[in-house]
């Protein structure tokens, strides 16, 4: 499987963005699609993540209440909506899968990295 993140860009500080990471290849139904970022000079972290056959869902603290992840069965992409965002959220974004393990939140249980899309968020 192949993953490729987009939808990345500047935004202002209480804005909204959207990101989709569109999947070529095949995802077994089981398969979690995780989003993380990485800002710089700091660790790889989770975002939030659902698992690709159904909208079973987890978020990280900081992302739970302000972004919404879900699957779009007709365009073979799995969304992450990002509202109320804050200049701490400003990262290069992921999306991954390959585990199938419902709540991992570890980068090294996902196989399937796609190239990220950077978001910035100016104060």
């Known amino acids: 499987v192949q993953l490729q993140a987009y939808g990345g860009g500047l935004v202002q500080a209480g804005g909204s963005l959207r990101l989709s990471c569109a999947a070529s290849?095949?995802?077994?139904?089981?398969?979690?699609v995780g989003w993380f970022r990485q800002a710089p000079g700091k660790e790889r972290e989770f975002v939030a993540a659902?698992?690709?056959?159904?909208?079973?869902?987890y978020y990280s603290d900081s992302a739970k209440g302000r972004f919404l992840v879900s699957r779009n069965s007709a365009k073979n992409t799995v969304d992450l909506q990002m509202n109320s965002l804050k200049p701490e959220d400003a990262a290069v974004y992921f999306c991954?899968?390959?585990?199938?393990?419902?709540?991992?939140?570890?980068?090294?249980?996902?196989?399937?990295w796609g190239q990220g899309t950077q978001v910035t968020v100016s104060s």
């Open positions: 991954a899968t390959g585990s199938t393990h419902f709540g991992v939140t570890k980068a090294a249980d996902f196989r399937s």
């Open positions: 290849g095949r995802i077994f139904s089981s398969y979690i």
């Open positions: 659902t698992r690709w056959s159904r909208d079973s869902t």
